[in-house]
């Protein structure tokens, strides 16, 4: 039998991921249109490259261990030559009075799926954490096992290589139109050429909502920037989790100093389109203030450098938006992550390799992702979103 012919819009993680997925399935006629591939504005090159298992609805949990071992075991995965410097340091998430049930909540289904995750009271929480003001703290809960960052520019770079090795094609071209027939794709415009397919992935990132418009299709999939500050200050970073403070702020170790960030007042967070001109007001005005309360040591913190890029923000429930689109059953989409698509790509990957090779979901029901849930307009909101 020939293999059917896939085309993947986007070179990414997710679009090298899923090349190499589909390879593994012995599915070999994939072409992977990536516009630029020195991946300079790319999502995952500018992230924080940071993985938990703490989420608020069960099928993200389950993407994130599924990564996690993915991760752990990236060699067996990708290749020998695949280095990405995974440091298991955990998630500290904090929470107040207010939020605790909904938290008690959620760590109880994290558990049920098999995360590891401690729970710690006020008092508990100041004498493990003594770097932390504590005072309006309820609820702080840590990944011991499965959570922690990596390097991934690395990981992208090493999914990139097995799926050539598994003999993907990557052209550098950039996707602007589609040949359909019915209610199918036939073919992708790009640069002048046409990829005749049987398939096509849409993996994007930021630029999926774009690549949907050009079927006539809305996908509510925006570009929204996101900061990231590199500082240091009179604190070992070593061995000390990346924290998620009550505000939204959050920060970890990064070589000899931390990096951190939060995101933007909703009324100040437009579509970012072509614009990656660090916020440098979010970290005096917002960041730093808030960072500053909670862990004193950072009153004093000398600023290192940062950097912008953009989420692919799901903006009807903050929640990735995988497999086929209702009416044009060979449009699959892998994208929308919001912030948590690189410790995704792994088990999203996987997912959309198996909805095309056998019709159906084998290792995780990604089914709850699905396109359907946007045009039936039931949202299903994810809490733990930064
Ligand atoms: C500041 C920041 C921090 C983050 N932190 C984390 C984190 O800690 N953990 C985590 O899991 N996630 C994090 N994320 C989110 C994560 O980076 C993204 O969810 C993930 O990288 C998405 O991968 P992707 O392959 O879909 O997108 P991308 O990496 O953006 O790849 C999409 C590719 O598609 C290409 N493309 C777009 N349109 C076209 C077209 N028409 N034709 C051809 N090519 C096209 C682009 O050039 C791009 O290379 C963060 C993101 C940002 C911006």
Redesign the pocket.
């Known amino acids: 039998m020939t293999s059917p012919r896939i085309v993947i819009?986007?070179?990414?993680?997710?679009?090298?991921?899923t090349a190499r997925a589909l390879c593994r399935e012995g599915l070999t006629d994939v072409t992977v249109?990536?516009?630029?591939?020195t991946?300079r504005?790319?999502?995952?090159?500018?992230?924080?490259?940071?993985?938990?298992t703490q989420f608020g609805c069960p099928v993200n949990v389950e993407l994130s261990l599924y990564?996690a071992q993915f991760l752990k075991g990236v060699k067996a995965e990708l290749g020998e030559d695949a280095e990405i410097d995974f440091v298991e340091g955990g998630y500290l998430i904090l929470g107040d009075a207010r939020t605790e049930a909904a938290r008690r909540e959620a760590l109880a289904m994290q558990r049920g799926l098999g995360a590891m995750v401690e729970d710690f009271g006020p008092d508990a929480c100041a004498a493990a954490f003594p770097w932390l003001s504590t005072d309006d703290i309820a609820i702080a809960t840590l990944g011991r096992q499965n959570e922690g960052?990596f390097d991934?520019w690395s990981l992208?770079q090493a999914a990139r290589r097995a799926a050539i090795a598994g003999e993907a094609r990557f052209v550098q071209?950039?996707?602007?139109g589609f040949i359909t027939e019915g209610a199918r794709i036939t073919g992708v415009r790009?640069d002048g050429a046409i990829h005749p397919c049987d398939w096509v992935i849409n993996?994007?990132?930021?630029?999926?909502g774009?690549?949907a418009r050009?079927l006539g299709i809305d996908l509510p999939v925006r570009p929204r920037?996101?900061?990231?500050f590199q500082f240091k200050a009179p604190l070992a970073g070593a061995g000390m989790p990346m924290l998620f403070d009550i505000s939204g702020a959050w920060m970890r170790p990064e070589g000899d100093g931390f990096i951190g960030?939060i995101q933007p007042d909703e009324a100040n967070d437009p579509d970012a389109d072509g614009d990656f001109e660090p916020d440098h007001a979010l970290f005096e005005d917002r960041l730093w203030p808030l960072l500053a309360a909670r862990v004193p040591a950072l009153e004093q913190l000398r600023l290192v450098r940062a950097?912008?890029?953009?989420?692919?923000m799901c903006l009807f429930d903050h929640n990735?938006v995988i497999g086929p689109h209702p009416d044009m059953a060979n449009l699959v989409f892998?994208?929308g992550?919001?912030?948590?698509?690189?410790?995704?790509?792994p088990g999203t990957a996987r997912g959309v390799a198996e909805w095309i090779a056998h019709g159906h979901y084998r290792t995780i029901d990604l089914s709850p992702l699905g396109f359907g849930r946007i045009a039936a307009n039931r949202p299903m909101p994810e809490s733990a979103i930064y």
């Open positions: 819009i986007g070179g990414g993680i997710i679009g090298s991921l249109i990536e516009r630029d591939p991946y504005f790319s999502s995952t090159a500018l992230s924080a490259a940071s993985i938990r990564g960052w991934a992208l071209a950039e996707a602007s790009a993996a994007a990132g930021p630029g999926s774009a690549v050009l920037k996101r900061t990231v960030g950097w912008a890029g953009h989420y692919e990735g892998a994208t992550f919001s912030g948590h698509g690189v410790m995704h790509a």
